[in-house]
DNA sequence: GTCTATAAGATGATAGAC
DNA sequence: GTCTATCATCTTATAGAC
């Protein structure tokens, strides 16, 4: 069984991703998790803390399993574009990161700071096989999951996406 | 000097786009307009009537201006790309309809639905001109704009969309 | 670690005076 | 149309018992 901890960051994370920073509460993770908001507060002290460890686990997770891909023989695009389409697949939510950009000012500034890294790391990633296009390609995959969601429409990201293949 | 109603508008418009749909409130509005937030439910009843009333002004609006660029002579695409170009340039902000489909799930029906038929209408229209490509660079546009927001640098936009010009 | 209790503030919304 | 209450509810956060 996994750590409380964890399964704290789990809950949260995908309510964020569903509902957005604005959109989730520690008393929604609570409910969710089967104990009292207070508990949450002894593992994260206070909502940025969570979000922005919420934040830094799926950059390094996400990150990790794009090297594993690409390992694996995937092309760095292609490993891009999969996983993104997994998650919106299996769980009909997009990218965390692209979520928290949205609501930009809004935010804390430890959570902001969280999200760029990770949209500026991808661009990096991406450039790396795709020099000068890192931008481009992590736009039309960003956006691409933006109206797939609201539309509810993988195949939507099929198509959108589907120069990328 | 315009509409009460309209200044209402304005003022919602902007917020919601600065800090998507959960993250603005009738107080904030309220007080930027300079009344109270007891006469803003009289100008529009609920939370959802007022961002419906704000996404569907917006869809209107927006299309009227692609129209209008495209009876000046200039192409489709460009038409799309110029106008987020200068929303994000002069005021910060991306599209409204990208930020709501983000939030999709927790979104009110009516506020949801109009994100969509903005987003089916953009890609409708941009296929008018590039068939079966308009979901391609709506993804892009809208993922740039969240990316070029997010880093606050419009410098992004114009290089990740520079294959549309 | 988790709980109960509680504080302090924000929020959506309504009733009723003017 | 706009205001002053006022309400019920949600939210973050803390103190202190267990």
Redesign the pocket.
């Given at each position: 069984m996994t750590?409380?901890?964890d399964a704290i960051l789990d809950v949260a994370e995908r309510l964020i991703r569903a509902h957005g920073y604005s959109g989730?509460?520690?008393?929604?993770v609570?409910s969710e998790v089967?104990?009292?908001?207070?508990?949450v507060?002894?593992?994260f002290?206070?909502?940025?803390?969570?979000a922005a460890e919420v934040a830094k686990r799926y950059r390094q997770r996400f990150f990790e399993a794009v090297e594993a891909e690409v390992q694996s023989g995937a092309g760095r695009v292609e490993a891009w574009r999969s996983l993104f389409r997994r998650a919106l697949d299996q769980d009909g939510l997009m990218c965390l990161c692209g979520i928290l950009a949205t609501e930009g000012d809004g935010l804390p500034t430890e959570v902001a700071n969280e999200a760029r890294a990770f949209l500026r790391l991808g661009i990096d990633s991406l450039n790396q096989t795709q020099n000068g296009e890192g931008g481009r390609i992590l736009s039309q995959l960003e956006g691409a999951m933006l109206i797939a969601r609201s539309t509810n429409d993988v195949g939507f990201f099929d198509i959108a996406t589907e120069n990328l293949a």
């Open positions: 750590n409380r901890r989730f509460s520690f008393r929604d609570a089967g104990i009292k908001s207070a508990s507060h002894y593992h002290p206070t909502t940025p803390d969570l």
